[in-house]
Every structure is written in structure tokens, then in C-alpha cells.
């Protein structure tokens, strides 16, 4: 390489001009692989998500996610949150079966994210992901503002999605509200009793009072939102969680944000390809397709993706899979860069 004066170093990337003159030098013919460039570009117009337009778009359900700190309610106000919903009629309620759940409430829908606390925010905007609508920060009217809340009101600024405070443990006597919403001013959060337009809403989670409250409240800001996605276009969304079971391989809870997805449909997420083999509803049923605002869990995927990776529908496996070997491939070069830069750090060290 030098001699041709190229002047390179281990890990770094040279052109296939080069490599194949080397190639030569030492009595070996380079081939290009399977991806040619051409087809890399293909590859990343596939992976474009199409803009939408206006006329395309029909209104959709909120996505929901619970935050607050340890020990305010999280757990039991989404399980109080499940209890309402009476449309489904089934014997024992609703088991939660996947990293998501959906509530009616006066024949609306709202998607709940079952990860409380900050993972859903940290390691989806760690990946640039956004699923959350709207955020339930939750604060026990006995304790007040703690250190994990001003943390929750931070992400969720941060993220710009609307805030609604659920004022919990009402029924305890230690119980005041009003501090409550002092200490929220401080943190800049003003209350609609106090002259502010952030929604709050008194209720106890264990004792179900006022749950169906706080559920309107829900809507009426999703109302002022207006969400909207195309249910007609090429399904894309991202990953809540993954895991690898025993027995049905690679699962992964995808939230679908656009488009349609259906059984059959080659589909990449991160690193991982595959034809969705079956879907599963969080009632633990079998459905077909799962359109926007929908979590599904997706069996059918060649390895786990990571919470937070992006899915998209492409056209064909073929694709499908030259995507995920494209990204794998990138994945280790930057583990490899990343690796040789802590040991000249080392080097230096000990320098
Ligand atoms: P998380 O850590 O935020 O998920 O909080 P949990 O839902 O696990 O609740 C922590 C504790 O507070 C549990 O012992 C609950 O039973 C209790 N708790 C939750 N909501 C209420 C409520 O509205 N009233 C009372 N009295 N206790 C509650
Ligand atoms: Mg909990």
C-alpha cells in the first residue's frame, strides 16, 4: 500500500480499486460481492420511509407511556388503567401478554407502553426512536416531587411530548395535593388551577378512583395533538422490546408508527431480517395485520433486534436480508474502530 502511496492503517477502509490491485500483486482475482454498489444504493432508497401526504393521513390512537418515581404508582396505576376496560368481556381480565396494552374508553383506543419509568425514553432517544405520545407522570400525593420525577419531566421536555400529572394516593391521609402542585411550579409544570395549562388529575390508583378521569384527559389531549399516520403505505415502527425464547426463537414487540404490517410481510429491524412468521395482539391472540398505533409482538426474525431499532417493510427477502448483512457489517467496523481506539488510549496510558 505504501509503495502505491496509500498510506493506511489496520482498520481503515480502502478502495476496491486498490484492494484488487494488491489482490493481483500476489496472484488473486477480487470479486465484488452479492452488494454492489449499485445495490446499496437501492438498499438505502428502500430504507427511506416515504413522506407522507396529507390526504393519506387518518387520525390514529395515543400512544402512552408511565413515568414518575420508584414507589409513586406506576405499576398499579397501569394495572388500574387495564381494570377499566369492560369491552372485553373476558373471564379473569386481561392478562398482559406483551411489552404493550390497549384500553377503550368511550370506544377510543389508547396504546399503553408497559415499561415504566425512563427506559422507554432513554434507550429509544439513545436510537433517535420516538413512541411516546403522551407522558403519565405520576406523583404520590403523600411524598412529592422526588429526584426520578424532575428526571421524568426532564425527558419528557426534552422529547416535547405533552405532560399529564396523575396526582395518586388521594386516599392516603398524609395525602396534599396542593404541595403537590407547588412543587410542580417550581419545576416550571403549571397546573390549570394554579392559572398554567398542564393538566393534573387527583386520583388513587389502589382505591380505582377517578382512573376514567384521567383516561378523558388522556383522550382530550390527543385530541389537541392530532395524531395522525397513513395506514396505506409500507409498515414502519420501532422495537419496544426483544428477547430470545426457547421455544419460538427471536420475539420482538414492535410498535407499528406507519403503514400496515402483515403476516408474510419481509421486514428489517436493526440488524435483524426476516418474513413476520405471526403476530401476536396483547390480548395473547393471533391477528393478521396491525395497523398504525398498533403493538404487536413479531415472531419470524433471523437474530434479537435491540429496544429501539427502527422496523421497516421491504419489498422482498432478498432485500430484507442484504439490509441487515449491510448494517451487521457496519455494526462490526465500529466495534473494530471502537475497539483499536481503546487500546492506543491504553498505549498511551501506559505511555
Ligand atoms: P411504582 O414503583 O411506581 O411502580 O409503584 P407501585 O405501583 O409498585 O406502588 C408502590 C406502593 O404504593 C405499593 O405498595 C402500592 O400498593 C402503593 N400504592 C400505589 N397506588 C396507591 C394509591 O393510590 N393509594 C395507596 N394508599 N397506595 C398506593
Ligand atoms: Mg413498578
Not at 415504566?116 to 400525593?141: C, K, N, W, Y
Not at 403493538?295 to 432485500?319: C, R, T, W, Y
Not at 448494517?327 to 488510549?345: C, G, H, T, Y
Request: charged share 25%.
Amino acid at each position: 500500500l505504501m509503495k502505491m502511496g496509500t498510506m493506511a492503517t489496520i482498520n481503515q477502509e480502502i478502495s476496491f480499486e486498490i484492494a484488487s490491485l494488491i489482490c493481483n500483486e500476489f496472484g488473486y482475482n477480487l470479486i465484488k460481492s452479492d452488494t454492489s454498489e449499485i445495490e446499496e444504493l437501492e438498499i438505502e432508497a428502500l430504507m427511506e420511509i416515504e413522506e407522507d401526504d396529507e390526504k393519506d393521513l387518518l387520525p390514529r390512537p395515543p400512544v402512552v407511556t408511565v413515568m414518575g418515581h420508584v414507589d409513586h404508582g406506576k405499576t398499579s396505576l397501569l394495572d388500574a388503567i387495564r381494570d377499566t376496560d369492560v369491552t372485553s368481556g373476558e373471564a379473569g381480565g386481561i392478562t398482559q401478554h406483551i411489552g404493550a396494552s390497549e384500553v377503550n374508553v368511550n370506544g377510543q383506543k389508547i396504546v399503553l407502553l408497559d415499561t415504566p419509568g425512563h427506559e422507554a425514553f432513554t434507550s429509544m432517544r439513545a436510537r433517535g426512536a420516538q413512541v411516546t405520545d403522551i407522558a403519565i407522570l405520576v406523583v404520590a400525593a403523600d411524598d412529592g416531587i422526588m429526584p426520578q420525577t424532575v428526571e421524568a419531566i426532564n425527558h419528557a421536555k426534552a422529547a416535547g411530548v405533552p405532560i399529564i400529572i396523575a396526582i395518586n394516593k388521594i386516599d392516603k391521609p398524609g395525602a396534599n395535593p396542593e404541595r403537590v402542585k407547588q412543587e410542580l411550579s417550581d419545576q416550571g409544570l403549571l397546573v390549570e388551577d394554579w392559572g398554567g395549562d398542564v393538566i393534573s388529575v387527583e386520583l388513587s390508583a389502589k382505591k380505582r378512583i377517578n382512573i376514567e378521569g384521567l383516561l378523558e384527559m388522556v383522550l382530550l389531549v390527543a385530541e389537541v395533538e392530532e395524531l395522525k399516520a397513513n395506514p396505506e403505505k409500507r409498515a414502519v415502527g420501532t422495537v419496544i422490546e426483544a428477547e430470545l425464547d426457547k421455544g419460538r426463537g427471536p420475539v420482538a414487540t414492535v410498535l407499528v408508527q406507519g403503514g400496515t404490517l402483515r403476516v408474510g410481510d419481509p421486514i428489517v429491524a436493526g440488524v435483524a431480517s426476516g418474513k413476520v412468521r405471526a403476530m401476536i395482539n396483547y390480548k395473547g391472540r393471533r391477528v393478521k395485520q396491525a395497523g398504525p398505533s398498533t403493538a404487536v409482538e413479531i415472531l419470524g426474525l433471523s437474530e434479537v433486534p435491540s429496544g429501539g431499532d427502527q422496523f421497516v417493510q421491504v419489498p422482498n427477502d432478498k432485500a430484507a436480508r442484504l439490509i441487515a448483512e449491510k448494517r451487521q457489517e457496519l455494526r462490526r467496523e465500529e466495534m473494530l474502530k471502537a475497539s483499536s481506539k481503546i487500546s492506543l488510549d491504553d498505549l498511551f496510558e501506559q505511555l
